[in-house]
């Protein structure tokens, strides 16, 4: 069976887990978190770092920091993991969904500006795939209504965009804030981990305290304050240094990781494209000002029958490939509380897109079996 997805190890995640036990030092913001942080910083220009003990977690500090408060309005795009908008909704936020667009799985920037209401707080802009928003018109229209954005880059690490000055930044340096994940399906991995990076100086001191269960412990430990307390809201964010150490083995060999993830993107992408247009496909579509972190490779199919064809035909030659969100806004939980509301884009991903395995281990004859299997997949009932 080829699997969906299969976590890569370094093979020094380990070693690095025992220094930490051996060490003594078990709790959060040790040796392995600070030089986690170190290397995000100085590899990708982040703002202030934070581990957390996931992306869900990083978002939830997010909307803390940001002081959300019922009745604010929080914009997203419908097509995203829950935890994007769960983490509002938890400091009693209204979400108004956004459609995706027609080329693209992520937020439609032209869609936004006539959702902003004097409600209006934060617009969360998904990376989807590790594919950049068009960050030039979101952080136009944040500035233009005074708003925050914070990026879900939780797909997202070692992914670039390039704005109208030229310039190349980082996703996740971009907005106020912004959110990473190390999910063991994402392209770095702790397990379960992420992180909140912190890109406004006008909450760096006080996400440190959120992030230490509402006290100025780290302040106390580098000197600054000669007691710590409770100083505001907070909560038990940050991860032990057992998931820092692991993390650690991870970035070491982020570039040999990416390389790899590159060459199996563009395998699939090779081969599959002229398969695509005869079959009214489309492959992953990548933006000029956008860059590809290979964190996933999905077909958008010509309608569900072709999917499930697709999907089926590989399930029975051992191949597991799996589709990916439903709608947020067609959920129970949101649409028993809220008007019809109507996303063509987002349920059209919802109903055809379809992922494809995508690991390290994958070699080339699992590659060219699984391309050769899409390719044989009839579709004549269609
Ligand atoms: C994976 C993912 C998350 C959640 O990450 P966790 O680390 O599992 O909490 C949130 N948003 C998006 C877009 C994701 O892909």
Same mark, same amino acid.
């Given at each position: 069976?080829?699997?969906?997805?299969?976590?890569?190890?370094?093979?020094?995640?380990?070693?690095?887990?025992?220094?930490?036990?051996?060490?003594?030092?078990?709790?959060?913001?040790?040796?392995?978190?600070?030089?986690?942080?170190?290397?995000?910083?100085?590899?990708?220009?982040?703002?202030?770092?934070?581990?957390?003990?996931?992306?869900?977690?990083?978002?939830?500090?997010?909307?803390?920091?940001?002081?959300?408060?019922?009745?604010?309005?929080?914009?997203?795009?419908?097509?995203?993991?829950?935890?994007?908008?769960?983490?509002?909704?938890?400091?009693?936020?209204?979400?108004?969904?956004?459609?995706?667009?027609?080329?693209?799985?992520?937020?439609?920037?032209?869609?936004?500006?006539?959702?902003?209401?004097?409600?209006?707080?934060?617009?969360?802009?998904?990376?989807?795939?590790?594919?950049?928003?068009?960050?030039?018109?979101?952080?136009?229209?944040?500035?233009?209504?005074?708003?925050?954005?914070?990026?879900?880059?939780?797909?997202?690490?070692?992914?670039?965009?390039?704005?109208?000055?030229?310039?190349?930044?980082?996703?996740?340096?971009?907005?106020?804030?912004?959110?990473?994940?190390? *999910?063991?399906? &994402? $392209?770095? =991995?702790?397990?379960?981990?992420?992180? +909140?990076?912190?890109?406004?100086?006008? %909450?760096?001191?006080?996400?440190?305290?959120?992030?230490?269960?509402?006290?100025?412990?780290?302040?106390?430990?580098?000197?600054?304050?000669?007691?710590?307390?409770?100083?505001?809201?907070?909560?038990?964010?940050?991860?032990?240094?057992?998931?820092?150490?692991?993390?650690?083995?991870?970035?070491?060999?982020?570039?040999?990781?990416?390389?790899?993830?590159?060459?199996?993107?563009?395998?699939?992408?090779?081969?599959?494209?002229?398969?695509?247009?005869?079959?009214?496909?489309?492959?992953?579509?990548?933006?000029?000002?956008?860059?590809?972190?290979?964190?996933?490779?999905?077909?958008?199919?010509?309608?569900?029958?072709?999917?499930?064809?697709?999907?089926? *035909?590989?399930? &029975? $030659?051992? =191949?597991?490939?799996?589709?990916?969100? +439903?709608?947020?806004?067609?959920?129970? %939980?949101?649409?028993?509380?809220?008007?019809?509301?109507?996303?063509?884009?987002?349920?059209?991903?919802?109903?055809?897109?379809?992922?494809?395995?995508?690991?390290?281990?994958?070699?080339?004859?699992?590659?060219?079996?699984?391309?050769?299997?899409?390719?044989?997949?009839?579709?004549?009932?269609?």
């Amino acid at each position: 069976m080829i699997t969906f997805n299969k976590p890569h190890l370094t093979g020094k995640e380990t070693h690095y887990i025992y220094d930490a036990v051996k060490t003594g030092k078990l709790s959060g913001n040790g040796k392995y978190t600070k030089m986690c942080h170190d290397y995000f910083q100085n590899t990708f220009g982040f703002g202030k770092c934070l581990l957390t003990t996931s992306c869900t977690d990083a978002l939830e500090m997010a909307a803390i920091l940001l002081d959300i408060k019922e009745g604010d309005e929080v914009i997203m795009p419908s097509y995203t993991f829950v935890s994007t908008a769960n983490a509002f909704v938890l400091r009693g936020a209204k979400i108004i969904f956004c459609d995706s667009r027609k080329d693209h799985p992520g937020i439609d920037e032209e869609k936004i500006e006539q959702l902003i209401t004097s409600k209006t707080r934060v617009i969360v802009p998904v990376h989807y795939a590790g594919v950049a928003c068009d960050m030039d018109k979101i952080m136009d229209l944040a500035a233009k209504y005074d708003l925050f954005v914070v990026e879900d880059a939780a797909q997202a690490i070692d992914s670039y965009y390039t704005g109208r000055d030229g310039i190349k930044r980082a996703l996740g340096t971009i907005g106020h804030l912004a959110a990473f994940s190390f *999910h063991e399906t &994402k $392209n770095i =991995i702790s397990g379960e981990g992420g992180m +909140l990076v912190v890109n406004d100086d006008r %909450f760096k001191e006080r996400s440190e305290i959120i992030w230490e269960k509402g006290t100025n412990r780290s302040a106390f430990f580098r000197g600054e304050v000669d007691k710590y307390g409770w100083v505001d809201i907070g909560s038990s964010f940050l991860p032990s240094e057992i998931i820092a150490a692991f993390l650690w083995a991870q970035l070491e060999e982020l570039e040999e990781i990416q390389f790899r993830r590159i060459e199996i993107w563009n395998k699939y992408f090779n081969e599959l494209q002229s398969w695509a247009e005869i079959n009214k496909c489309h492959l992953p579509y990548i933006p000029t000002y956008g860059s590809n972190n290979a964190h996933m490779f999905y077909i958008v199919c010509k309608n569900g029958k072709q999917r499930k064809s697709l999907i089926d *035909h590989l399930k &029975k $030659n051992n =191949i597991h490939a799996v589709f990916h969100y +439903l709608s947020l806004h067609k959920s129970d %939980f949101y649409s028993k509380n809220c008007r019809d509301i109507i996303l063509p884009n987002s349920d059209h991903f919802s109903n055809v897109l379809v992922r494809l395995p995508f690991f390290l281990a994958l070699n080339n004859n699992d590659l060219e079996n699984i391309i050769k299997n899409i390719k044989q997949t009839k579709f004549e009932l269609i």
